[in-house]
């Protein structure tokens, strides 16, 4: 480390200049063996204090690093030495001193994955629904529409062709998903749209949301602590949405809460529509989010005939109302399906936008609609 070398430097300097005061030490007009002895005493006395001085300043210089060093160890939980995980480049609160760190873990992981959860809407005034939307063609009077992966960041390899896709689209990653920030980081730099996909309570007992949903029967200040820790997990992400959630969203209260965090964040929410009863629109609309609903699950059922009749009612849907919001999910049938089907969307007349891109366009679309 930097602390040997730099107490080395500066003795080494130091002593070639106590030789250079040495072999000029002349005019004291004292006795000979007197002057050799002055001249020992005063190279010892010389060579003493500058010892001292290099000590001190190679311990001061030491214990700098060293303390960066140990707050750095804090701050990413202890994995200085178990080598590059996300969480180690990731934190806001890493001092500057350990990037300089020759030890510092590679930037094997792009920068937007450095921030989960976005800053307050504050900071700079634009909302992080707009801040961090993706840019959008101009419809021009066109249909648009948004297609909206969910449940990514579980199954990496089809959660990677998924990002492989004609973008933009829209990816709802779950925030459960191992390494989650990094691979929605490059679903961004890949020029996709992202949202946190919220792992909600479902209706009955057979269907699983995940570790840690979001359940009607918990006190409020758990409901509060899951939705904080679910909008760390990504960076740069202009909503969510609800996995499952077929019981959640249909409560209220429940809801009432949620809305009141995205409203405060700048965060829009996307009803997956997983049940009729939902009364996301109207929890939102009372809060001042921005909400959009699914129109069409495009894999409700397996099959590639299923699909390609899901995706006819898609456009069908866009043309009607100016635009249609699928909902996809990362399997084969699916991803073969919206392959071929996404390099023709814009040839045959639509314009293939992000969630925000019909978000924006909300108040107009469905006022026109209704
Ligand atoms: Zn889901």
Redesign the pocket.
Known sequence: MARGAEGHGVGWRSLSRLMGVLRSGRPWGRRRGDRRLWLVWRGVWLFGGVFSAGLAIGTSVGLLLGSGGASRGLATGGTAEGGPTWESVSDPGLPPVAAALPDSPPAAVPASASRPGPPPAAASGVPPWQRYAVAAVHADGRPMIAVVM??LGVDRPRTARTIALRRPLTMAFLPYARDVAAQAAHARAAGHELIV?LPMEPDGTNADPGPRPLLVGLPREELLARLGADLATIGEYVGVSN??GSRFTSDPEAMALVMGVLKERGLAFLDSRTAPTTVGAEVAERFGVPFAQRDVFLDNEDSPAAIRRQIQTVEDTARQHGYAIAIGHPRDATLEALAEWLGTVEGRGFALVPLSAVLRAGGTVRAAQR
Request: charged share 40%.
């Open positions: 969910d449940d996909h996995h499952m």
